[in-house]
């Protein structure tokens, strides 16, 4: 058997957030090289760094991961809480090619890509919350939070954030329309490494980006809609300018929500959704 080298005495140990960028590097495998991978202890939020500071364009989709964010965006101004070691929290900047219309239904994307990614982790009952919550039986798993960059004459660039519970700790204090829950819960045993579970969520963002980089949100709409949590539902959306009310009649190919009202079907582009209880008539 050939000598293996001793390992040198004076080498620096590792930093834990190398030894996962390590992790992730190889459970990625070759599509590695498609991403730029950065996995920090801490930062502010890692949607705020990306957008701040976005790198060059170098091909590659830049991906941001914090084992601790300080001041942690949620969607509508709210605040995302997340723990070291109990979530998982990232953001990736995907540049659209140049000439590409815009980018309408992006999230629901970014959302599909999570729900795909659990089930293959062996999560059940994975449904999506437009415009792109992940549910599990009701209860939230993940969020997304999507922020557009400037796009100055170059082609439109997004930073896709997402913040997943891997184990949340006891009296987490997260105030939520729906309940939550993490991916403990939802597999039922301990969940695999954050770097294992982030290879996994990236392959398949790469794969479902790809599809809607060729063919836009109507190659991924049907999907979107097998996971629809409100699919022929009553609901109300809350947004900054009004409340309505309608059944969910699924999403249209800018990704938009279809609301069923007695006067017929309304877009719907931004709000909160949440289900309500139904006392008679369409909507
Ligand atoms: C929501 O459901 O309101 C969206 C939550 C998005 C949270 C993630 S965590 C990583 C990234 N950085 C942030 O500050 N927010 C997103």
């Keep these: 058997m050939p000598l293996q080298p001793s390992p040198d005495p004076a080498a620096p140990t590792p930093s834990p957030v190398a030894t996962r960028t390590t992790e992730l590097a190889a459970a990625l495998g070759p599509l590695a090289r498609d991403f730029a991978l950065d996995w920090v202890s801490e930062c ?163 794969r479902l980006l790809d599809t809607y980089a060729a063919g836009g949100f109507p190659a991924l709409r049907g999907a979107w809609q097998q996971r629809n949590a409100f699919a022929d539902l009553p609901v109300r959306i809350v947004s900054d300018a009004d409340v309505r009310t309608g059944i969910c009649a699924g999403v249209d190919d800018d990704g938009a929500l279809l609301l069923r009202t007695d006067t017929g079907i309304e877009r719907v582009l931004a709000g909160d959704v949440s289900l309500r209880p139904l006392t008679g008539g369409a909507a």
Excluded: C, Y
């Excluded at 815009?102 to 990614?117: E, I, T, Y």
């Excluded at 039922?188 to 954050?194: I, T």
């Design 44 to 206: 502010a939020s890692t949607n705020t760094a990306l957008v701040d500071a976005p790198p060059a364009d170098d091909g590659r989709i830049h991906v941001l991961i914090a084992d601790r964010q300080r001041a942690g965006r949620g969607r509508r101004g709210r605040q995302w809480l997340s723990w070291e070691g109990a979530s998982l929290t990232f953001s990736a900047l995907w540049r659209f090619s140049p000439g590409a219309p815009a980018p309408a239904g992006l999230s629901l994307v970014a959302g599909l890509a999570l729900a795909r990614a659990l089930e293959q982790l062996g999560v059940h009952g994975v449904q999506l919350k437009w415009p792109n919550d992940v549910l599990v039986h009701g209860d939230k798993l993940a969020g997304i939070l999507i922020d557009l960059l400037p796009s100055r004459g170059r082609p439109p660039a997004a930073v896709i954030g997402i913040g997943l519970n891997l184990r949340l700790p006891e009296g987490h204090g997260i105030e939520n329309q729906t309940g939550v829950t993490d991916l403990a819960q939802a597999l039922e045993s301990a969940p695999p490494a954050p770097a294992a579970v982030l290879a996994v969520i990236l392959t398949e963002m790469h």
